[in-house]
């Protein structure tokens, strides 16, 4: 579709779309963006990329180190000394890789381009480079590139990007725009590329990876008038192997001594013309440092939800970058014109001020990222779930993991119904509550009909678990892949969806999902006192090894029997009472801490990290345990074992995470915990007290109410909690309530070295 490329209601639009920014954001009294280190994670596995963007932006223009393997999930990798160049779209924390998209890289001299063979982590235009020229910071980026001689800087707004460049004295200055580029080198299956003036180009691509339909389109506006090379030919990355079609852009000119040259970049899942009034309406002129100063607001804006007093510098710069890592994603979906692209894969017209947004990894984040929205975002949260009422009238189903508008059927579960219970029971019900009750009950059934999605999608978006745990009771081993994993997460999932029964005042369905969130017992063994494989003729699966792990191809899903036995977050003491009472779940519970950490099994999971004996901060499975001594009398244990995990398994360094980031979940269970609670099961709007890091923290609530966590005597040492009061009354368990949050006030903590028995 052509429109015209210019009108002057866009050109005004978006002027004062930018003086809005500019001055209407509050200053900051504090600079929290200066706090933040955004190559945490980059190294290890955290697979965090250190790129300019905006709070949940939908454009992520980030350096590019590598292509291919896991480490290369978000295009950077801190280990690495070659750059590729500046692609636009990212994942942040993500164990599966996919975006990539438009990658530019400024050049001097001849314009290498050929391949370089389909193991390389480098194309071959790539230049060297150096941590010590290279600065990130939230909404910029810039380094210095040793081959050409060159300084790169990028900022954004929420859809665009704005590039500048700072070239030596050349008369070979000019740019590689590659569009067939991508990580993983993802099959193109659809591309076209065009110059459309001597300062504009225009593209669009369907590629098939993660996403199998994942289209993306962009608009490029330089500052200064080129001349170029089109190569569109077919290249084997191999001499013989298979030709690959070709789309990049060679540009020419001249440039003198530090001269600068500006480009601007719009991306938009719906359209090229969408992808231009992305940038019209967002970044209408060249002022570079305006937009970057606009974003270092938008960032001061959202880390100002929090207060914490620290003398603890490193602590300080873990706690906001933890926050700014929470802000990377989902990602808004909607163009700056309200059109965006639907589960049907068609364009929509929206409304720009009810947007969607997109990236929802919800195995991860319905655990502490969605929980901790309920707490200094609880609208954006509401918007989320909106997204996601969305998506299921559109697509048939809710996602699981949903990128760029496609389901991709990863991971286990049906945690929407998670978002929606616990943003409903914390009275936060700004979406439709009728339609997302019904979407939670067809979600939990097995019915394949009405799904639009790729065929080899459908099986894992609505696996065959989902009926027999309907059909006899449970899931069998022997009929379903990660069988455990799978019937305890339906249990708790179930659980969510008879407390949104309870609340419609639908009392059939109240009972039947309340008698599925009792199906954890089922895969229980007396015997080895393990959630463990049960087969259709109702055997236990042999051989059992505890610690055994086949990745994502035996009983549990990234974990083994130790990490998945504690997953009934919405029945602790049901399973207390299952493991033998109190004194039993305690030695239990103690047992996995203190097991050795091996692990065994032809294919290791790599997720499986962060060990604690067999206990796994790295993985998300793991998150709710260390909080499960509060539920039986021994707080104490909790306390020191949150501060293990805080002071050894979260660092301000690059290998600074001890497992995937994972859209910001990692980062959450930091946050809440470093301000000393938790919430063991999402639905129950409870909080679990741990060991506080800071002397205070300070969380900004609407309509300029606080709820402060106050710690006395706190030192490294004095890491067990002596006494706990609310609002000037004494607590008597270590629990409160969402709404003693809501409500405003202070918990008081005081610290000793001792534990409180």
């Known amino acids: 579709m052509k429109k015209n490329m210019k009108t002057n209601s866009i050109l005004m639009g978006g002027l004062m779309l930018l003086g809005t920014i500019c001055s209407c954001t509050p200053a900051a009294v504090e600079d929290y963006a200066s706090y933040v280190n955004p190559f945490i994670g980059t190294g290890g596995h955290g697979h965090t990329y250190p790129g300019a963007v905006v709070p949940n932006g939908m454009i992520q223009p980030s350096p590019d180190t590598r292509i291919y393997e896991w480490d290369a999930c978000s295009g950077y990798y801190y280990a690495d000394s070659t750059m590729n160049g500046f692609s636009h779209t990212h994942l942040s924390g993500t164990g599966c890789g996919d975006y990539g998209d438009v990658l530019l ?40 590139l040793d081959r050409y ?38 099959k193109n299956e659809e591309m076209e590329i065009e110059v459309i003036s001597d300062t504009e180009i225009r593209g669009r691509k369907k590629t098939v990876y993660w996403a199998f339909d994942q289209y993306i389109n962009f608009y490029a506006k330089f500052s200064k008038p080129f001349t170029y090379t089109l190569v569109t030919d077919s290249i084997a990355l191999d001499e013989g192997g298979p030709l690959l079609p070709t789309a990049k852009v060679l540009l020419q000119f ?39 100063q606009a974003a270092r607001a938008e960032w001061n804006k959202y880390l100002s939800k929090i207060d914490i007093q620290t003398t603890d510098t490193d602590q300080r710069t873990m706690f906001y970058t933890a926050l700014y890592h929470t802000g990377m994603q989902p990602n808004l979906f909607t163009d700056a014109d309200g059109r965006y692209l639907g589960m049907d ?36 949260n509401e918007a989320f779930i909106r997204s996601l009422i969305q998506k299921e009238e559109e697509g048939g189903i809710f996602p699981m993991w949903e990128l760029a508008g496609n389901y991709t059927g990863t991971m286990i579960g049906y945690h929407a119904a998670s978002l929606i219970a616990d943003s409903y029971v914390k009275g936060y019900r700004n979406f ?63 659980w969510c969806i008879s407390v949104l029964a309870d609340a419609m005042g639908d009392e059939p369905n109240k009972e039947k999902y309340s008698t599925f969130a009792e199906g954890y017992k089922v895969y229980f063994d007396p015997s080895t006192r393990f959630m463990r494989g049960l087969d259709s003729e109702g055997n236990w699966r042999t051989p059992f090894n505890p610690r055994s792990s086949n990745h994502r191809n035996d009983d549990y899903c990234e974990g083994t029997a130790w990490q998945w036995t504690w997953f009934v977050p919405h029945d602790v003491d049901g399973l207390v009472e299952l493991m033998g009472g109190k004194d039993a779940f305690i030695g239990k519970l ?25 206990y796994a901060q790295g993985n998300e499975p793991s998150h709710h345990i260390a909080h499960l001594y509060n539920y ?40 809440m915990n470093a301000m000393g609670f938790y919430q063991v099961c999402p639905g129950k709007p409870v909080y679990s007290i741990g060991r506080p890091l800071f002397n205070e923290a300070t969380i900004h609530l609407n309509a300029g109410k606080t709820f402060k966590i106050v710690a006395h005597n706190n030192s490294r040492d004095n890491m067990y909690v002596q006494s706990m009061v609310l609002n000037g009354k004494e607590l008597q368990t270590p629990f409160f309530t969402h709404q003693d949050i809501v409500d405003g006030g202070v918990l008081e903590l005081t610290m000793g070295d001792k534990p409180l028995k």
């Not at 003198?256 to 019209?280: I, T």
């Open 149 to 186: 001689q060159v300084k790169a800087e990028l900022t954004a707004t929420q859809r665009a990007a704005i590039h500048r460049y700072t070239f030596p004295q050349a008369v070979d200055a000019g740019f590689i725009l590659d569009l067939d580029y991508s990580l993983q080198r993802q």
């Open 432 to 494: 439709d509550v009728k339609e997302a009750y019904r979407a939670c009950l067809r979600t939990a059934e097995y019915d394949t009909t009405g799904i639009i999605t790729h065929p080899l999608v459908l099986p894992h978006l609505m696996p065959q678990a989902k009926y027999w745990k309907n059909k006899v009771g449970y899931v069998p081993c022997d009929k379903d892949n990660e069988s455990v994993a799978k019937a305890l997460e339906y249990a708790y999932d179930d």
């Open 254 to 292: 001249p440039t003198a001594k530090n001269e600068q040259v500006l480009v601007k970049v719009g991306v938009s899942a719906v359209d090229m013309d969408g992808a231009r009034k992305n940038v019209e309406a967002e970044i209408p002129e060249w002022d570079f440092d305006g937009v970057r």
């Open 590 to 614: 103690d047992s996995l801490f203190i097991a050795d950490s091996a692990l065994e099994g032809n294919m290791v999971s790599a997720d499986i990290s962060g060990l604690i004996g067999q």
């Open 105 to 144: 890289m400024p050049t001097v001299g001849k314009q290498e381009y050929q391949p370089t063979g389909s193991k390389s982590q480098q194309m071959a235009y790539a230049s060297a480079f150096s941590h010590k020229n290279e600065v990130a910071e939230p909404g910029y980026y810039s380094v210095f």
């Open 345 to 380: 894969l068609k364009p929509h017209q929206g409304d720009v001020k009810q947007p969607i947004y997109t990236v929802f990894s919800l195995w991860d984040t319905f655990r502490a990222y969605h929980p901790l929205m309920t707490i200094i975002d609880p609208e954006l």
């Open 632 to 671: 039986v009398g021994q707080p104490y244990r909790t306390q020191e074992l949150i501060d293990r995990i805080l002071h050894t398994l979260y660092f301000n360094n690059p290998d600074g995470l001890s497992g995937n980031e994972d859209c910001g979940q990692m980062s959450a269970w930091f946050i």
